[in-house]
């Protein structure tokens, strides 16, 4: 976890401190901040019709009885990209941009669909439920061991798990 808050800390805005820096030298001052300005108006009002599209699709699905996993996963996207573009620098634009438009984020959502599938099937992602004294989540770990299971009692594994088909998860919930 350091290592990511050093990158998110230091390392990124050093990049778009020199980026800034870079291209104010070619382009001059004003129209780097014009710039600057320009795609956070842009990106912030693409990120609020994208948002909104999105929301409208999670309510159809969800009143047509199916779960809106993809939704869900795009929704997160555009939330992300919409923050990425309120940090000034064309870094965080170029990123944000590129989990805000819909072409873009159908490639990070697929790439991320399949990180976390083989991660599920590696063990190195598990979900645990919710317990009355535990949070529940999900957890990512770099390896497995047998020690995991012991430190994640209320793992969704099971000692006689079902058949199910690749992409598709299964769990028990209590209603309260």
Same mark, same amino acid.
Do not use: C
């Given at each position: 976890m350091f290592p990511i808050l050093? @990158? =998110?800390?230091?390392?990124i805005p050093a990049i778009?401190?020199? /980026?800034?820096? +870079?291209?104010?030298?070619?382009v001059g001052g004003l129209n780097t901040v014009a710039i600057v300005v320009i795609t956070g108006?842009?990106?912030a009002s693409l990120a609020k019709?994208?948002?909104?599209?999105?929301?409208?699709?999670?309510?159809?699905?969800?009143?047509k009885g199916s779960l809106p996993a993809n939704q869900l996963i795009h929704g997160?996207?555009?939330?992300?990209?919409? @923050? =990425?573009l309120l940090t000034p620098g064309f870094?965080?634009?170029? /990123?944000?941009? +590129?989990?805000?438009?819909?072409?873009?984020?159908?490639?990070?959502?697929?790439?991320?669909?399949?990180?976390f599938?083989?991660?599920?099937?590696?063990?190195?992602?598990?979900?645990?439920?919710?317990?009355?004294?535990q949070a529940g989540g999900f957890s990512f770990s770099s390896h497995t061991s047998h020690t995991d299971q012991a430190q994640h009692p209320h793992s969704f594994e099971s000692s006689n798990p079902?058949?199910?088909?690749?992409g598709v998860f299964e769990a028990e919930f209590k209603e309260k």
């Open positions: 050093v @990158l =998110l800390f230091t390392v778009e401190i020199y /980026l800034l820096f +870079s291209i104010g030298a070619l108006v842009i990106g019709s994208q948002g909104l599209a999105i929301l409208g699709n999670i309510q159809n699905d969800l009143n997160l996207l555009v939330f992300g990209g919409g @923050l =990425l870094l965080t634009d170029v /990123l944000g941009l +590129s989990m805000v438009f819909p072409g873009t984020r159908h490639v990070l959502v697929a790439f991320l669909k399949g990180y599938e083989k991660g599920i099937k590696n063990g190195n992602i598990k979900f645990s439920s919710m317990g009355q004294s079902k058949e199910v088909e690749p």
